[in-house]
């Protein structure tokens, strides 16, 4: 309980459940936030559940041990509350198959009005005049015990989320957007099913290796599997091995023609920390490995080049989204993003299934879908 920010119960024995059960039967609605580890663990697991529920704030620590059969089915029976969702909706679904029975997101509801700033911390300096302390926001949520300045912390990114969604609600009926919202949660809902992707024999190809050919990409492959390697051993975060930078680097200088030594003695002196023997042996096996025995990537539909007439059709397409999202003061990719776009052209009967029915229907009043 804390006695500066907002009133909240800690919930860490099985004797604490039942006054919580009992708010929740008793409320209407609730405001949801959740934190995770995913700073610190090679895999990430739910540490906190943040409640608002009649008017009262319960911290629900899920490495506690606790029976939390009859949360579930609470939570998912009453209108949820939520911040930026998809992240907390994807990691309940994998933890429980946790599914709302309804949401509204105070997030896509900031960017359906346009708010520049839309992160929580923003619009609760800019509705409230609270400051949150950003630095919790990189915070260890596994340790134990939770410090107070942490449970303050997560108290508040419920406390005022009814207070928000009341804001913004009512401006989305002034804006006549109250059910572009509603859409937009309800598919939030249905593709937080899908979890998280699962891992992919192509994953070690980041960002940059376009632009590598054969050896590099050998040493890359054998370097980021290395990093895999370490991560799942030390439980930690893959960047935290090593970053993406020096993968690329060593990746670069082996497609140049350094021979392994050399690669090392340039890249990384006369670094010799515990890593180092099994990082150089890394590069070795990915100077001896064939770069014809690589995993393939599989080339998407929307990979193949696009015909003439596809691209002048997204080209007609685009102009009318950025002409309606001037008109209506909104992000154009809110009305449809640039690979909805490419499947929208390649297939325009596909319009309403890649889109949502307002996007599909501002788009299909448009002169590019009458030509």
């Known amino acids: 309980m804390n006695n500066t920010g907002p009133h909240y119960q800690l919930i860490n024995q099985p004797d604490q459940l039942p006054p919580l059960f009992a708010a929740l039967d008793r409320c209407t609605e609730?405001?949801?936030?959740?934190?995770?580890?995913?700073?610190?663990?090679?895999?990430?697991?739910?540490?906190?559940?943040?409640?608002?529920?009649?008017?009262?704030?319960?911290?629900?620590?899920?490495?506690?041990?606790?029976?939390?059969?009859?949360?579930?089915?609470?939570?998912?029976?009453?209108?949820?509350?939520?911040?930026?969702?998809?992240?907390?909706?994807?990691?309940?679904?994998?933890?429980c198959r946790f599914q709302p029975l309804n949401l509204f997101d105070t997030m896509f509801a900031a960017q359906l009005l346009n708010i520049p700033r839309f992160g929580l911390a923003a619009l609760l300096e800019q509705h409230f005049g609270v400051k949150l302390d950003k630095d919790h926001q990189k915070a260890n949520w596994s340790q134990r015990p939770l410090d107070r300045d942490m449970l303050d912390y997560a108290a508040m990114d419920v406390h005022h989320l009814l207070g928000l969604r009341d804001q913004l609600r009512a401006e989305l009926v002034r804006l006549g957007r109250l059910e572009w919202m509603e859409q937009k949660c309800r598919w939030q809902i249905d593709v937080a099913r899908d979890g998280f992707a699962p891992s992919d024999e192509n994953d070690w190809r980041i960002g940059g290796t376009e632009k590598l050919s054969g050896r590099g990409l050998a040493v890359l492959h054998a370097l980021w599997h290395w990093r895999e390697g370490w991560a799942e051993k030390l439980n930690t975060p893959p960047f935290k091995v090593t970053g993406n930078e020096l993968l690329l680097r060593l990746a670069r200088t082996a497609d140049d023609g350094a021979p392994p030594e050399e690669l090392l003695r340039v890249n990384l002196g006369r670094r010799q920390d515990r890593l180092y023997p099994s990082l150089a042996e890394a590069v070795r096996q990915g100077y001896a490995l064939d770069p014809q025995t690589l995993p393939r990537r599989e080339r998407r539909r929307d990979y193949a080049p696009m015909r003439p007439e596809e691209l002048a059709r997204q080209d007609r397409i685009k102009a009318d989204r950025d002409r309606l999202a001037h008109g209506l003061n909104l992000d154009p990719t809110l009305i449809a993003t640039r690979s909805q776009l490419v499947l929208i052209a390649r297939e325009p009967a596909s319009i309403d299934t890649v889109l949502l029915p307002w996007q599909a229907q501002l788009l299909k009043a448009e002169p590019a879908w009458q030509s």
């Open 30 to 95: 609730i405001a949801l936030d959740t934190e995770a580890d995913n700073l610190f663990r090679y895999q990430t697991q739910v540490c906190l559940l943040q409640i608002l529920a009649d008017g009262e704030i319960y911290l629900v620590d899920l490495l506690a041990g606790l029976p939390l059969g009859e949360l579930w089915p609470r939570l998912a029976a009453k209108p949820l509350i939520m911040h930026g969702s998809d992240y907390d909706l994807r990691l309940l679904w994998e933890l």
